[in-house]
């Protein structure tokens, strides 16, 4: 089914409001992790209280987003930051949980675990998924947890976003080896949540399966708006509504 796809491009390219300035900028030598090289990760720089801008992590925070897979099969996505905390690696890590039904049927069940650096930049520490198949646990693939097997943290969100700068999200050795590059930080981006501005335009892409690609657009204040599979896994993400926590 190519017509959602289709149409999500289109927002895509037309929420491209920027006057192209942000996309000439050029970008430091990254400080960044890249690859697959080890990162060592001292306790003492993390803190689980995130706020990043494109990144906000406050216990109680509620996003819901509706998702259409590649068949048109419609799909809801609730995303929950807990008031819960996992060391992972040493670090102490806000717990979050994404749990993805297709009617009311559960279709995926994940832990994700981050942590915020002094400096500003959100660090992925891991995730424990869960498929289910006609309501039943089929595969914990993908999951992975920093310092396990190899398993290396990424960011998930620099501190200071820049046009060019490219980061690995994830690593676990052929399980898990996503990154990103930062396109833009002067976009906008609309979806059933409202109409942003000064949106971040990112693409995510992946080693482990070179033909997908998916762009994500996101708001300060907010975080994820807009996900658009434009090749390999078409999905198409948008926030319906979203809740911030804390006091």
């Keep these: 089914m190519a017509a959602p796809?289709?149409?999500a491009l289109g927002v895509l390219a037309g929420g491209c409001g920027g006057n192209g300035a942000a996309?000439?900028?050029t970008t430091p030598p990254p400080e960044l992790p890249q690859g697959a090289e080890p990162v060592r990760l001292d306790p003492a720089n993390f803190t689980t209280e995130i706020d990043n801008p494109y990144w906000p992590l406050a216990p109680g925070s509620v996003w819901i987003y509706a998702?259409?897979?590649p068949s048109g099969a419609r799909e809801r996505d609730v995303v929950r930051v807990l008031a819960q905390t996992k060391v992972i690696d040493g670090v102490k890590a806000r717990v979050?949980?994404?749990r993805a039904t297709r009617g009311s049927k559960l279709i995926e069940d994940t832990f994700d675990w981050y942590a915020q650096d002094r400096q500003g930049n959100?660090?992925?520490?891991?995730?424990?998924?869960?498929?289910?198949?006609n309501g039943k646990p089929s595969s914990t693939g993908g999951s992975w947890e920093?310092?396990?097997?190899?398993a290396q943290a990424g960011v998930v969100m620099p501190a200071h976003p820049a046009p060019g700068q490219?980061?690995?999200?994830?690593?676990?050795?052929g399980a898990a080896e996503d990154r990103a590059r930062v396109l833009s930080t002067d976009d906008q981006v609309e979806a059933p949540a409202g109409h942003f501005r000064k949106a971040l335009l990112t693409k995510e892409f992946t080693r482990i399966e070179p033909d997908d690609l998916e762009y994500k657009l996101y708001a300060k204040g907010v975080g994820l708006v807009r996900a658009i599979g434009v090749s390999g896994?078409?999905?198409?993400?948008?926030?319906?509504?979203?809740?911030k926590g804390g006091g």
């Design 23 to 25: 996309r000439a900028q």
């Design 146 to 150: 920093a310092g396990v097997d190899g």
């Design 67 to 69: 998702d259409r897979d």
């Design 166 to 173: 490219q980061y690995r999200q994830e690593y676990r050795k």
């Design 233 to 243: 896994d078409l999905s198409v993400e948008a926030l319906v509504s979203y809740r």
């Design 5 to 7: 796809v289709l149409v």
């Design 122 to 133: 959100v660090w992925y520490l891991g995730e424990a998924t869960q498929s289910y198949k």
């Design 96 to 98: 979050v949980h994404d």
